[in-house]
């Protein structure tokens, strides 16, 4: 003899699924009072989504001036705060492109070759000839028919640092 329930096959499945239907055939709608209702009346609603409306789609914002300067501009080299400095002259589209000042130091920095170097007092100095620079001294080098202002920034016992506007550049001693 079998148990009931084997007897019985799928037919609690077949109730269940046969009252399905009539359980959602129609929503349920609760009771509720207007003034216990947590919905604005949509009157009151319209202008909040007008101005959300309004936030999604901005309008287009105006142009900006072909000579308007602004920080994304990494092709326009900056001009010197010098109006006489070389760097600032208006260029010839037929002259060559205008160097940068990383350029133009290690152009000239290959240009000087100290003797060697020496210390008195604890002061290291770098020797041309009978000229000694310390840390910190600033002397002029004259380029290509225009003169530049270098600082001296470090010595070491086989090398020298030069400082031209922001760039830096270390160079072997000879």
Do not use: C, W
Request: glycine share 6%; hydrophobic share 35%; net charge negative.
């Amino acid at each position: 003899m079998k148990p009931p329930f084997r007897r019985l096959g799928s037919l609690p499945v077949l109730l269940v699924l046969a009252g399905a239907p009539a359980a959602f055939a129609a929503p349920l709608k609760p009771h509720v009072h207007h003034e216990d209702s947590d919905l604005v009346p949509s009157e009151t609603r319209q202008p909040v989504l007008e101005l959300a409306a309004g936030l999604s789609h901005p309008a287009e914002p105006p142009p900006i001036s072909a000579g308007l300067k602004t920080p994304f501009d990494f092709d326009r080299a900056e001009p010197d705060s010098n109006p006489s400095s070389p760097n600032n002259a208006v260029q010839n589209p037929n002259s060559p492109p205008q160097r940068t000042a990383r350029d133009i130091l290690e152009a000239v920095a290959s240009l000087i070759k100290p003797n060697g170097t020496f210390v008195i007092n604890g002061q290291t100095f770098l020797t041309f000839g009978q000229r000694k620079l310390k840390v910190g001294d600033k002397f002029t080098i004259t380029f290509e028919g225009n003169d530049y202002e270098l600082v001296l920034v470090a010595i070491e016992r086989i090398s020298f640092t030069l400082r031209y506007q922001n760039e830096e550049t270390t160079r072997p001693i000879h």
